[in-house]
Nanobody, 118 residues
Framework: QVQLVESGGGLVQAGGSLRLSCASSTNISLKTMEWHRQAPGKQRELVAA???????TYSDSVKGRFTISRDNANNMIYLQMNSLTPQDTAVYLC?????????????WGQGTQVTVSS
């Protein structure tokens, strides 16, 4: 069973920064790693993704402010969040995705709360 554990969330003022971390219990080198967020009353949103080859994708709402990175040697991914706004308030979740043996596999962490005050 893959375990993903997020950390680094908290309360920050608008304009501030946070760095989220996600630790995986298994090797992530072949996986696409993603950060999603879920705000109250809103659909879950893909925030950023990084493929195993290092290609990145960002939602328009965070492009230029957030940066995803990974450390395959330590099975970690990160989300550096700058210029935070109250609209970034949400639970941030880590997701690991892999296509293997003809099937898609994905695992989710429990999430870490990010609250941005105005």
């Amino acid at each position: 069973q893959v375990q993903l554990v997020e950390s680094g969330g908290g309360l920050v003022q608008a304009g501030g920064s946070l760095r989220l971390s996600c630790a995986s219990s298994t090797n992530i080198s072949l996986k696409t790693m993603e950060w999603h967020r879920q705000a109250p009353g809103k659909q879950r949103e893909l925030v950023a993704a990084m493929t195993s080859s290092g290609s990145t994708t960002y939602s328009d709402s965070v492009k230029g402010r957030f940066t995803i990175s990974r450390d395959n040697a330590n099975n970690m991914i990160y989300l550096q969040m700058n210029s935070l706004t109250p609209q970034d308030t949400a639970v941030y979740l880590c997701n690991a995705v892999q296509f293997a043996s003809g099937e898609w596999y994905e695992d989710w962490g429990q999430g870490t709360q990010v609250t941005v005050s105005s």
